[in-house]
DNA sequence: GTACGGGCTATTTTT
DNA sequence: TAGCCCGTAC
């Protein structure tokens, strides 16, 4: 099936077609990055590859898994056997095959944030560090930083105060790391690196793959690169694809720099640019080629589009973001009657988590269905985490950060001080808590009491029970799990409580217990054998649940929108402070990703785009500062968007004024300059009020004046209900049911609010 | 061993 | 505002 590069533009068809050697592929947003990828792929087969020799990494599994279907797709079964993988999971599986080498028993567990930020406090609690500095979450980004700069423990140095204390707990933190026979993310990928440089295995590791492919190359980090380019290095035929206007990720360890230097590091690299946009009308790409224009440091690109210029972007300033949300909520109304938009059309992004809220509960009271991705996971639960950590602990009995969380859950009277004291003789004796409770079960301990003992022991009993009837002799994971909360009365503990939290506690532990047995079932459909418990919690820590796909009304941060596209997408919150968060002060480098993440944010909308903020917003329950919009909105050329004529600090509507008589105008003590608003004068005309407005009517006025389901009197028809709109300012019309006639469309002059 | 309340602190989070 | 940690009281 070849028909296919024919459909390409001309750009697409020379990454697709090019024979080989390092090729940097600059896709700009909606520019068909994965249909190259996948047509390159069955390219590659088609000249006659072995698709066991082809490895493509991505980030996301959702993005694995697209790229697996699409190639499938293209070539029927050809590519049986080919690498498809995010980093993360491919480099665990090259890890699987030569643990060894890495000092790992092949039975690794893979600790996840949450896990690490357990170790990483319980080390500092070990190592008395008090300092009000040095949180969990501090120290964790300080290590994972140095993962992803390539830095082991052994490597790290302390230059400065902060730096120091990282320096005394990496090791400490990488040494019960080890021990628990547990790799982090980074390490995942560290010891990837490792391998590569073993005088045995690195050998094999370069002549594995002739073809490497990585997308969203931008979002790379150092060591990420030195594996890719490890893995290629035998044949040099490594295909990268990535939007250095894209790269959100620096927090994460993200380095630009591998996109924007990768032409140096590989002298012969030949460089396709995508520049023709297949997802956004010109007038969005107008907006967000401005944006990202400003940034100095990146490789020139200029996406245009065949689509016509399409709509305006609007811009809308709410009083706070109570109204802001309400705002957003009444143009999904309006859209939902005038161009049949359906919930799942709409997309709302935003900065932060915590600006959820308010559009969520203006979604709520319009009911209006919704998602919100990300925020809490179900993984995240604590009694999800509870019982992946009985599993955990009984595949791994090394694992001290499970075992810790689940000694006592649900109470069984082995409190702290007795937890304390088997750790303090298992740091002793250099063995694993584990086999030290073990050793106390069985011969005692003058330190224990011999109640204590007992419930070790009993504790001890259950758990290689548990092992012994579920692991060793197969039996089922969902048996297995269906097994642990019987017997450690979880359920029943919880459904003794009787609360209505209880009752959810519940129902997601069913849920896991559920998708336990799904996977199972899937695994065995699949492979023809079950499932281990390893390959389990593998797959549990590499894969989050696909709950991406959301219904209704998607509310997301901008970050979770990578790659999405919606016909009609909101951007709110776009204060200075907010987006662009100044949290990094003006810091240049994080403007410059704030401005990308800007990007991102526009590059999303398919047909319209609504920019909203507010002039006053109640973040983590504090007053907001001096509102300034933010700085892109300024970016945005005049052509792409219509701005409010004005921005009147309490925005009555005119409509309003226009009742209650003209009253002072627009004063103005906001401390932000905006233009006076245009006087309005009420006029009665053929029954019903007319407005005269000098200049055009913001669609803001609009809107406010309006409302969908707003009553409103005709001197012909009578009362009716407004059901749409069309036009805007003087000429704007409105579609009203009325009893006696059903649907009319009315000039909106000649209506009256009732 | 558990339950409660005061005080503190808050981005973004593919894996 | 809300969630988490820690200290205190039972």
């Known amino acids: 099936m070849t028909s296919g590069v024919d459909s390409l ?176 993310f980074g390490d995942l990928l560290l010891k990837t690196l490792k391998l590569c440089g073993d005088p045995d295995v690195g050998k094999r590791l370069a002549e594995r793959f002739d073809h490497v492919l990585v997308d969203e190359f931008q979002d790379t980090n150092r060591v990420q690169y030195d594996v890719v380019n490890h893995l290629a290095a035998r044949l040099g035929n490594l295909c990268v694809v990535g939007d250095d206007d894209q790269s959100i990720y620096s927090w994460r360890g993200a380095d630009v720099r591998n996109i924007l230097d990768f032409e140096r590091d590989h002298p012969t690299t030949h460089t396709v640019k995508l520049e023709q946009n297949y997802r956004s009308t010109q007038t969005i790409l107008d907006a967000a080629n401005a944006v990202i224009a400003r940034n100095l440091e990146r490789k020139q690109k200029r996406l245009f589009t065949e689509k016509g210029p399409g709509e305006l972007l609007l811009y809308h300033t709410a009083e706070d973001e109570r109204s802001e949300a309400q705002f957003v909520v009444r143009v999904m109304q309006k859209l939902a009657i005038e161009e049949e938009r359906v919930p799942s059309d709409f997309a709302v992004f935003y900065r932060t988590h915590a600006q959820s809220r308010a559009l969520e509960e203006a979604l709520l009271s319009a009911e209006l269905p919704y998602s919100v991705i990300g925020g809490i996971r179900f993984y995240d639960r604590a009694e999800v985490k509870d019982l992946l950590a009985y599993l955990r602990v009984l595949a791994n009995p090394a694992d001290e950060v499970s075992l810790e969380r689940v000694i006592n859950k649900p109470t069984r009277g082995i409190g702290e001080s007795t937890y304390e004291r088997v750790v303090a003789r298992a740091r002793a004796s250099d063995e694993t808590v584990w086999k030290t409770m073990e050793a106390i079960a069985q011969s005692g301990d003058g330190e224990l009491t011999p109640a204590a003992k007992k419930k070790l022991s009993a504790f001890i009993t259950m758990m290689d029970d548990l092992r012994n009837e579920f692991i060793v002799h197969d039996g089922s994971l969902g048996a297995l799990a269906d097994a642990v909360l019987e017997r450690t009365q979880y359920v029943e503990r919880l459904a003794a409580d009787g609360s209505h939290e209880s009752q959810e506690r519940i129902e997601n532990l069913l849920e896991l217990t559920g998708s336990i047995k799904d996977y199972e079932g899937d695994v065995i459909a699949k492979e023809g054998m079950p499932p281990s418990i390893h390959d389990y919690l593998e797959q549990v820590s590499l894969v989050a649940p696909s709950d991406t796909e959301g219904k209704g009304v998607t509310l997301m941060t901008v970050h979770a929108a990578k790659g999405l596209e919606y016909p009609v997408v909101f951007v709110t919150g776009l204060e200075d402070g907010v987006f662009p968060s100044l949290r990094n002060g003006e810091d240049e480098d994080a403007m410059a990703e704030e401005r990308r993440l800007a990007y991102v944010a526009i590059t999303r909308a398919e047909e319209r785009l609504f920019l909203t903020n507010a002039r006053a917003r109640r973040l983590f329950g ?133």
């Open 9 to 184: 533009n001309p750009a697409q068809r020379e990454a697709v077609l090019h024979p080989g050697g390092p090729l940097l592929i600059l896709a700009g947003a909606g520019s068909g990055k994965t249909r190259v990828i996948t047509f390159r792929i069955a390219e590659l087969l088609r000249r006659g590859v072995w698709p066991d020799r082809i490895l493509a990494v991505t980030f996301t599994n959702k993005a694995a898994g697209e790229m697996r279907e699409r190639i499938e797709k293209l070539t029927g079964g050809r590519a049986r056997g080919m690498w498809v993988g995010t980093f993360h999971a491919t480099c665990a599986r090259l890890l699987r095959m030569y643990a060894e080498k890495v000092r790992l028993g092949r039975d690794f567990v893979i600790f996840d944030d949450n896990d690490q930020r357990t170790l990483v406090s319980r080390v500092l609690k070990d190592l008395g560090v008090a300092d009000r500095f040095a949180t969990p979450r501090a120290m964790l980004s300080a290590i994972d930083g140095a993962k992803n700069r390539g830095e082991g423990p052994d490597v790290f140095v302390g230059h400065d105060y902060f730096s120091d204390i990282v320096a005394r707990v990496y090791p400490v933190y990488q040494e019960r790391l080890e021990k628990a026979n547990g790799v982090d």
């Open 622 to 754: 504090q007053d907001a500062r001096p509102f300034r919009e933010s700085r892109f909105l300024a970016d945005i050329p005049d052509h792409c968007i219509a701005r409010p004529i004005n921005q009147p600090r309490q925005r009555p509507s005119w409509m309003d004024r226009a009742r209650d008589g003209a009253r002072d105008g627009g004063g103005d003590d906001s401390g932000y300059a905006h233009r006076q608003e245009p006087p309005a004068r009420k006029i009665e005309r053929d029954g019903g009020i007319s407005v005269e407005y000098d200049g055009d009517v913001s669609y803001d006025d609009v809107e406010s004046t309006f409302r969908l389901g707003q009553r409103v009197r005709h001197a012909k028809f009578g009362e009716g209900e407004v059901r749409g709109f069309t036009g805007a300012g003087s000429d704007l019309k409105l579609t009203v049911y009325f009893p006696s006639v059903g649907p009319k469309t009315i000039i909106a002059r000649f209506v009256e609010l009732v």
